[in-house]
């Protein structure tokens, strides 16, 4: 993928970052952090959290930003939840754009800004303890290539939209995912396209159809039961 990207703010007052090759961004031009917060934090660990008394083990596809990492875990510490978090990425980015991004301002937690330094700078391919709850794995690979040795309870599913980097949303894919989880698992998505709904579908998910975030009619949570 190309590497050239540069940081826009969005209608939240957050950052984003827009690839120039996709012509995409990597969050919603409505609000970055609404759009995380409420996507993967409210309807994905949020809603694990207030159904289990387990702690999740989550697997991210796109690290990106760090955004979804970070808000995790404010997460983990607001509510002392232990949260493993294992995310994928094949474009880390460079430290001069990671340093710019405003997210530990733009979430009031100014206090927490080495913290998010430090989910970038952390070792790839090595688990990181970040916090007394939240720990961090990153692994600088493919979605394709990755096979997971112990099932998780959460996905972020945070790719590019499918009309921009369609490989990212096969059946294949899809398939793969659904064998990622363990019973009673699911994923949560930002996108709720027709198709996307139908191929969860025949990966064997149960689709659940929520509210989406500012400015989005709708998103996904996929659950395998
Ligand atoms: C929508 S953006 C990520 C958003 C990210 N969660 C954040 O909060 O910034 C999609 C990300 O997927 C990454 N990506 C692209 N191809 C990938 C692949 N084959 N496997 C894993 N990640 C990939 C991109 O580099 C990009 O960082």
């Avoid at 090759?21 to 949020?46: P, R």
């Avoid at 949260?83 to 340093?99: G, N």
């Avoid at 939240?134 to 493919?142: D, G, I, M, Q, V």
């Avoid at 990966?203 to 395998?224: C, D, I, Q, W």
Wanted: proline letters at 5%; aromatic letters at 12%.
């Amino acid at each position: 993928m190309n590497a050239n990207v540069y940081l826009i703010l969005t209608e939240d007052g957050s950052h984003s970052l827009k690839n120039e090759a996709l012509n995409e961004t990597y969050h919603s031009f409505h609000g970055a952090v609404q759009e995380s917060a409420h996507v993967f934090i409210a309807m994905g660990l949020g809603h694990w959290c207030d159904h289990h008394d387990s702690s999740p083990r989550i697997l991210e596809i796109g690290f990106g930003t760090g955004l979804n990492a970070f808000l995790s875990l404010i997460f983990a510490e607001e509510h002392q939840q232990e949260v493993y978090l294992e995310s994928l990425e094949t474009f880390p980015l460079p430290a001069e754009i990671y340093e710019a991004l405003n997210y530990a301002e733009a979430v009031g937690n100014a206090e927490f800004g080495h913290l998010f330094d430090q989910l970038h700078t952390s070792q790839w391919g090595e688990k990181a303890e970040l916090t007394a709850h939240f720990s961090l794995k990153k692994e600088e690979a493919p979605v394709h290539e990755y096979s997971p040795t112990t099932p998780f309870n959460i996905i972020y599913f945070d790719a590019f939209a499918p009309n921009k980097q369609p490989e990212m949303w096969t059946m294949d894919v899809l398939q793969k995912m659904y064998d990622s989880l363990a019973p009673g698992g699911f994923l949560v998505t930002y996108c709720a396209q027709g198709q996307f709904k139908r191929n969860l579908k025949q990966a064997g998910f149960t689709v659940e159809e929520l509210p989406g975030p500012p400015g989005k009619k709708e998103m996904v949570r996929a659950v395998k039961s």
